[in-house]
T-cell receptor, first 114, second 113 residues
Framework: AQSVTQPDIHITVSEGASLELRCNYSYGATPYLFWYVQSPGQGLQLLLKYFSGDTLVQGIKGFEAEFKRSQSSFNLRKPSVHWSDAAEYFCAVVPSGTTGKLIFGQGTTLQVKP | ETGVTQTPRHLVMGMTNKKSLKCEQHLGHNAMYWYKQSAKKPLELMFVYNFKEQTENNSVPSRFSPECPNSSHLFLHLHTLQPEDSALYLC????????????FGDGTRLSIL
């Protein structure tokens, strides 16, 4: 079945440490790819997106993500995590050939230790 | 300020009540979306409107009735809801259905008694 998988439900990192959140998708053609962040009590904020071109994309708040076609992955990274990064992170795709159907992963909750 | 405003932020209603959720976007977009976010489940797309026309109904029960009077406003009319309908309802907009990304509001937290 076509899906978006975020294998890690919870991740805890120390402040200042590096971060990588995993995302895999199972669609044949390369979809549009997104990462969103949701802080408690708020909606989703777009961190970055990939449509085509350079496979390393830069986003807001110091985040970046790398698209790897061979692994069907779009992992989110940050070199040094800040306490304010604690939130829930969602990977999402719009499958190729569809319009508007944003399909979300289950989300990864990030906890940051002081 | 996301450019997408949802009201009310919180709503508590009984199963026999009728209420409406409102979404307004100030981004000049032409596509608007309703999503349901339940605990421990991925966000679920409910409805899509593109240039005021409904283009997607993701098998949503008829107790949820969307309305899109213009490209800036989207409503979700609620009636005879069930306890399992308690969730965060998120509205989003995009330039049009083919033009992503989507920008989200802060949601309405709905509790059904």
């Amino acid at each position: 079945a076509q899906s978006v998988t975020q294998p890690d439900i919870h991740i805890t990192v120390s402040e200042g440490a590096s971060l990588e959140l995993r995302c895999n998708y199972s669609y044949g053609a390369t979809p549009y790819l997104f990462w969103y962040v949701q802080s408690p009590g708020q909606g989703l904020q777009l961190l970055l997106k990939y449509f085509s071109g350079d496979t390393l994309v830069q986003g807001i708040k110091g985040f970046e993500a790398e698209f790897k076609r061979s692994q069907s992955s779009f992992n989110l990274r940050k070199p040094s995590v800040h306490w304010s990064d604690a939130a829930e992170y969602f990977c999402a795709v719009v499958p190729s050939g569809t319009t508007g159907k944003l399909i979300f992963g289950q989300g990864t909750t990030l906890q940051v230790k002081p | 300020e996301t450019g997408v405003t949802q009201t009310p932020r919180h709503l508590v209603m009984g199963m026999t009540n009728k209420k409406s959720l409102k979404c307004e976007q100030h981004l000049g977009h032409n596509a608007m979306y309703w999503y349901k976010q339940s605990a421990k489940k991925p966000l679920e797309l409910m409805f899509v409107y593109n240039f005021k026309e409904q283009t997607e109904n993701n098998s949503v029960p008829s107790r949820f009735s969307p309305e899109c009077p213009n490209s800036s406003h989207l409503f979700l009319h609620l009636h005879t809801l069930q306890p399992e309908d308690s969730a965060l309802y998120l509205c989003a907009s995009s330039q049009d259905e083919s033009n992503q990304p989507q920008h989200f509001g802060d949601g309405t937290r709905l509790s059904i008694l």
